[in-house]
């Protein structure tokens, strides 16, 4: 399996751009998370999905953030108007329901809001 | 409200010395508990995983225990080698389902 694919790796945008990062769950499974990773706050959970439906989002910094999943192989995470203190990097993971629910990572896409 | 902790928050150790990194979590009811490494610049690449049934489970050098009742967690590593060095992490799935991360520890070991 070609593990969780995340695109663009790296993006370096302007202040108020819209941002769209994307991720690939491993085929077969059901839960699909985002997280993001600074310095001052370390991995936080923003939402999460099983089978594409967003069951929690209360991480989720401001409405500016939005996820999708339209389907079980494509998931979006949206930022629109970007602003400098979303620099971060930005992980997605994904995992099975069944069994002992080992968590899998994306390599990440580091933002850069100019 | 699940919360994780990791102490030490940085270690450095001389390379062939065995350590031991601490986890704790607030709230007993967890699904299973995780260990990932990651290095600089990269994801995160998953090392153990102890359901909670579970008191521990082991990978060549390293060794995670897991107590419910007192929640905490500890990695084991004998042996500690240069290559070893990178960020820790321990994360807790809760009944809901959440994956929740602690803040890590950053261990060197020196050659």
């Known amino acids: 399996d070609a593990g969780v694919i995340q695109s663009p790796r790296h993006e370096v945008t302007e202040m108020g751009q819209e941002v769209t990062l994307r991720c690939k769950p491993i085929?077969?499974?059901?839960?699909l998370f985002w997280y993001r990773q600074t310095m001052m706050r370390g991995l936080e959970l923003l939402i999460y999905?099983?089978?594409?439906?967003?069951?929690?989002d209360s991480g989720m910094p401001e409405d500016r953030f939005s996820a999708k999943m339209p389907n079980a192989s494509f998931s979006t995470l949206k930022i629109q108007p970007s602003e400098p203190r979303d620099s971060a990097v930005y992980f997605c993971?994904?995992?099975?329901?069944?069994?002992?629910?080992?968590?899998?990572f994306g390599e990440g896409s580091r933002l850069t809001v100019l | 409200k699940q919360e994780v902790t990791q102490i030490p928050a940085a270690l450095s150790v001389p390379e062939g010395e065995n350590l031991v990194l601490n986890c704790s979590f607030t709230d007993s009811a967890i699904y299973n508990l995780q260990w990932f490494r990651q290095d600089p610049g990269k994801g995160l690449t998953s090392l153990l995983l102890i359901q909670s049934s579970q008191r521990e489970q082991t990978s060549g050098r390293l060794n995670a225990s897991l107590d419910k009742s007192s929640g905490r967690s500890t990695l084991y590593i004998a042996a500690s080698q240069p290559g070893d060095s990178a960020t820790y992490l321990c994360a807790v799935k809760t009944s809901y389902d959440k994956v929740i991360f602690g803040p890590g520890t950053s261990l060197s070991v020196i050659p």
């Open positions: 085929s077969g499974h059901d839960y």
């Open positions: 999905f099983n089978n594409n439906v967003p069951i929690d």
């Open positions: 993971a994904s995992s099975r329901i069944r069994g002992p629910g080992e968590l899998f």
